[in-house]
């Protein structure tokens, strides 16, 4: 957990991996499919080789898929990975599951969002009626020998009886998660360390509160007159971030609200290289690896995409935008 | 006037649109289930509220949203909240929530599989998983289904029962501890299924212009009444017009 100011948070990206990110670890990913996934983070994790890591998530698609991908990843603890309209199940996820590459656990997004919530309170589940009678409550993803372990649930759901109910009323158990990491993309850190959150923040503020260490990647750090001249507007304070690096279209491909919309073209082109193992090598190769910093990477996409992807004004998102 | 054409897409956003009354509360999935949202506020239903699961309460949609964390569902929403506030919505007593969902399986009593084809553990084929479909299925006051309809995809049983319709039947999903909702329709590219009121099993409904009962026998498959059958009135040219100029004029769902 980390003190309150930023005073010591601020760092690169390389600096934020390398200092808080171990093999093994359980990293929980903030954004939600195509908007604000913690891209340029990813891509750092898979630059420094980071390997059995056990991703916690609701809906994720890019940050998730590519991290699969590169093989970083030896557990998932999920709800959803999909990339909307361009990849309805994330290419990457699919066949690392169907070639029993990855053990997957799935839920739902309100449990796995209450998970995140029982972590930020500090109590051990939370109650809800969402998943009587189905399979998520009867069939284990995970078996025996990682139950109980490190910071995995001794149990994936119970059922019991409501307790304040004399007649018969079953309701579900979800175990609290409390990750080792949480990685984040926002559009604005104060000076001090506050985190402002524009548009959805999905749950973004439990997945941190949850977690341990916070990384919180963002567009713009902003003084402190500007970022506490308007609290309403603050999603986080700084005692709950750990490191904050400036990473401007730290989401690309993904859409940051405000800020740009997600790239349609680099999805499309994501898809096919995904769809072939070869290719899919080719494109860490020239995207993730082959870039040394995110302002390489941002060169690679070239200013002609990223004109055209930048939000306008009052609206948020790029009016008009090509997104076939 | 002579007969007018229209895609099997726009169909089944039309059909879907009209079971959406103004007032209601509508909870939109990616896909078919935002066209007929759209479509519904914009020919019939202007007083409905679209949300989504992400915390979109209420936007403008401008453009059509490709996903339900678009930033198209962040704008001019009368609240830009998040997952827990959205199910928050879903779930509440006092609302008459609705909402529209995809998936890749279906049983006769509207059961749905969005997580796998195949075992488990080493599946055939590996679809996304939940996302919210088995929150609201579970706590949304009634729910519709968009379903293609093929034999592989009404099954006598799901490959994982992902999200919870009317369960076994009869008042087995009462039984669950579920105390409200259910599907009350399925919107395939054939026709529309509703569920018996006392067995709560699919009966056939309705069927589109130009498609024959055997048609949707040899796709369904499991046995279903098809007795209390008519055909669906084909969308107007002023639904069809409102759809492909107002709802989806770049042609990015239809």
Known sequence: MGRGGGVGKFMTVKEAVSRFIRDGMTISIGGFTVSRNPMALAYEIIRQ???DLHVVCHSHGQALDVLIGAGCVRRVEIAYGGNGRWAPTCIRFRKAVERGEIEVEDYSNYQMSLRFLAGALGIPFMPTKSGLGSDILKV???????????????????????????EEDPIVLVPALNPDVTILHVQYVGEDGTVRIKGLTFADIEQAKAADVVIVSCEEVVPVEYIRSDPDQNSLPPFFVDAIVR??????????????DYDAGHLNYYRKAAEDDAAFENYLREWVYGVSSHE????????????????????????????? | MGRMEYSTNEMMAIRAARLIKDGDIVFVGTGLPMLAAMAAKQIHAPGAILFFETGGIDPIL???????????????????????????????????????????????????NSTCIGPYHRPKVR??????????????????????????????????????????GRDSRRKLGLKRGGPIAVITDLGVFGFDEVTKEMYLAEYYPGISLEQIIENTGFEVDTSRAKETDPPTEEELKILREKVDPQRLIL
């Open chain 1, 140 to 166: 284990e993803g995970f078996g025996p020998e990682v139950r109980g372990k490190g910071k995995v649930s001794s149990k994936k759901a119970v059922v019991i009886q409501n307790p304040f109910e004399e």
């Open chain 1, 296 to 324: 390489e990477y941002l060169e690679k996409v070239g200013v002609e995409s990223l004109l055209k992807i930048k939000a306008s004004a009052g609206r948020g998102y790029a009016v008009g935008l090509e997104r076939k």
């Open chain 2, 127 to 168: 679809l996304p998983g939940s996302g919210g479909a088995g929150d609201v299925a579970a706590l949304a006051d009634a729910f519709i289904v968009f379903m293609r309809h093929e034999k592989r995809r009404f099954v006598e049983k799901l490959d994982y029962l992902t999200s919870v319709g009317w369960y076994q």
């Open chain 1, 49 to 51: 080789g980071r390997k």
């Open chain 2, 62 to 112: 401008e453009e059509i949203p490709m996903c339900v964390s678009d930033p198209r569902v962040m704008y001019w929403t009368s609240l830009n909240s998040g997952l827990i506030e959205a199910f928050s919505i879903a779930a509440h007593r006092r609302l008459r929530t609705i909402a529209l969902l995809g998936a890749a399986q279906i049983d006769r009593y509207g059961n749905l």
């Open chain 1, 247 to 260: 990473v401007p279209y730290g989401a690309h491909p993904t859409a940051c609200y405000g800020f740009y």
